[in-house]
């Protein structure tokens, strides 16, 4: 597995990862804790050594069975949490309510580590940004954890510019995690050449389209009941027969490099910059192999001018989210 460095940060991981919260979490029934340690620690023996997890996922449970599937490999690999909700009245399974207050930061942290089973957080992202409290105050909280031994590195998801530039003025900021594929190129506009410009590392979540982008979805696919993807207005079935034209183009391209459209989505990824991490997520150890498989694969300038003349005639169908989760990003 190829090695790659978030930004100025020194933090090396492998090119690509693994985000564990479909294992627990928002994409239909979970797996059992005993599958989903079992396929964790199958991505560490094929050199998968960056995972991502989060307090909310589960909730709680993510981090549990990420924790005790990574207890053997500590000091090889690097597991990232996150803080940032809370739960709302009566809400026990989806936590809506935004709270980066720093005592409930603090409070977090020491959850965290008792559930991954370390000494310290390797990487600590802010989940999203939260407008009740100042942004210079959420990172004075992580810089305090910072000197205090229990985070190694400070990162934000989903964050605007402007909170981006405060934040990293107060604790530089190791890396950034937001949304970012061949069907939703928005970071490239303001967020890449920031993150570039202050030396912070990228990671993409849902590097594949939450899925689509692997040309096993079409317009007929019905999801399970608890499946998120049932509420994105991009999945509806006609924004699905719309955006085919995507993953058709995808798939041709994909033949000719013998690869499949996954593996083309997440080298194209890799192929932006070189502190580009992706962490597409995955129930099942072939998809698992198929997405390691990307970073053997290689898009010459011809290929990838190729891949954006493609994309300048498609135009993509749907918002990612549904409007009460919208307004939670980009802040």
């Known amino acids: 597995m190829q090695k790659r460095t978030l930004g100025k940060s020194g933090l090396e991981i492998s090119a690509v990862g693994f985000g564990c919260m479909g294992i627990s979490w928002s994409y239909g029934q979970p797996m059992s804790k005993a599958d989903g340690i079992a396929l964790i620690r199958a991505a560490v023996e094929r050199g998968v050594t960056f995972f991502d997890t989060a307090e909310v996922y589960g909730p709680l449970e993510n981090e549990e069975v990420v924790g005790e599937a990574l207890e053997p490999f500590h000091g090889e690999v690097v597991i990232a949490t996150k803080f940032g909700f809370a739960p709302g009245p009566g809400d026990t399974k989806r936590w809506s309510a935004l709270d980066s207050r720093p005592e409930h930061i603090r409070e977090v942290v020491e959850g965290s580590l008792k559930r991954l089973r370390v000494d310290a957080i390797e990487l600590l992202y802010q989940h999203r940004v939260d407008p009740n409290v100042p942004i210079e105050e959420v990172a004075g909280a992580v810089k305090e954890l910072i000197e205090q031994g229990k985070v190694r590195h400070f990162g934000l998801s989903e964050a605007g510019a402007q909170s981006i530039r405060r934040a990293h003025a107060v604790q530089p900021v190791t890396a950034l995690q937001s949304e970012y594929s061949l069907w939703w190129r928005e970071p490239e506009k303001e967020i890449l050449p920031l993150v570039e410009e202050l030396g912070i590392g990228f990671v ?59 593996q083309i989505a997440l080298t194209w990824l890799l192929a932006q910059k070189p502190w580009i991490v992706p962490i597409p997520g ?28 493609a994309l300048s005639e498609i135009a993509i169908q749907g918002e990612r989210y549904p409007p009460q989760m919208q307004q939670m990003v980009g802040r």
């Open 204 to 262: 993409p979540f849902s590097p594949l389209g939450k899925g689509f982008l692997t040309g096993a979805i079409n317009a007929n696919t019905e999801f399970d009941k608890h499946d998120f993807r049932n509420i994105v207005p991009r999945f509806s079935p006609e924004a699905r027969k719309s955006n085919q034209t995507l993953v058709d183009r995808l798939g041709e391209i994909a033949a000719r490099k013998q690869a499949t459209p996954a």
């Open 282 to 309: 995955t129930t099942k150890l072939h998809r698992l192999q198929e997405n390691i498989g990307a970073v053997r694969i290689e898009l010459t300038p011809a290929d990838l001018q190729e891949i954006d003349t």
